[in-house]
């Protein structure tokens, strides 16, 4: 059974310009969260999806947004890319039961130059 | 004032040794409690949920605190193994599994 599973694994991109982060989810999962991590610092929460509607967002700019797709797989876009948005993204997954564990992917480290 | 606050250390500590990490968290609604385990440059993996009666696995022991607010991790017979970032997490009641993060506390296990 495949985990969680993002992609790219790594990327590069210039100030200004716009990425695309992709995350499947566990088998059966239909939730999909993501956060942000910065170096030295925890996962901060970005937001969530269920049955393709964002159902909570935490404290990130408009320039942030995503979508989920109805086999339950998601994106992360970040437009305007800013220095700051240098991180490690990260996906979880879980069902939608209070308490779920959620499972985390591996990430996509972005770098922004 | 941060939702979940832990010192981040490092603790370095010998092998064998039991050490102990702390958390406090500030909102009252908290509902559930975790301890995740990263280890360098990968993915946070549940290491244990948090119950007001305290839990064991193994090792590892977590309490809980609802009057205190806080959450606390006790390692025993440390391992090099269990060298990592120990993550602070709450769920909020209604928080549709959003999880709020701790900076994390850094181990190191040494010989």
């Known amino acids: 059974d495949a985990g969680v599973t993002q992609s790219p694994t790594h990327l590069i991109k210039t100030r200004g310009q716009q990425v695309t982060l992709r995350c499947s989810p566990k088998s059966g999962h239909d939730t999909v969260s993501w956060y942000q991590q910065a170096l030295g610092q925890g996962p901060q929460f970005i937001f969530q999806y269920y049955e393709e509607e964002e159902r909570q967002r935490g404290n990130f700019p408009d320039r942030f947004s995503g979508h989920q797709f109805p086999n339950y797989s998601s994106e992360l876009n970040v437009n305007a890319l800013l220095l700051g948005d240098s991180a490690l993204y990260l996906c979880?997954?879980?069902?939608?039961?209070?308490?779920?564990?959620?499972?985390f992917g591996q990430g996509t480290r972005l770098t922004v130059v | 004032r941060k939702e979940v606050e832990q010192d981040p250390g490092p603790f370095n500590v010998p092998e064998g040794a039991t050490v102990a990490f702390n958390c406090t968290y500030s909102n009252s609604a908290s509902q559930s409690f975790f301890w995740y385990r990263q280890d360098c440059r990968k993915e946070p993996k549940l290491l244990m949920s948090v119950y007001s009666s305290g839990n064991e696995d193994g090792r590892f022991t977590a309490q809980l605190n609802r009057a205190s607010q806080y959450i606390s991790l006790l390692i025993r017979d440390s391992k090099l193994s269990d060298s990592a970032t120990y993550l602070c997490?709450?769920?909020?009641?209604?928080?549709?599994?959003?999880?709020?993060f701790g900076t994390g506390t850094q181990l190191k296990v040494e010989l």
């Open positions: 997490v709450v769920n909020r009641a209604g928080g549709g599994n959003k999880l709020t």
């Open positions: 979880a997954s879980s069902l939608e039961v209070i308490n779920a564990e959620a499972f």
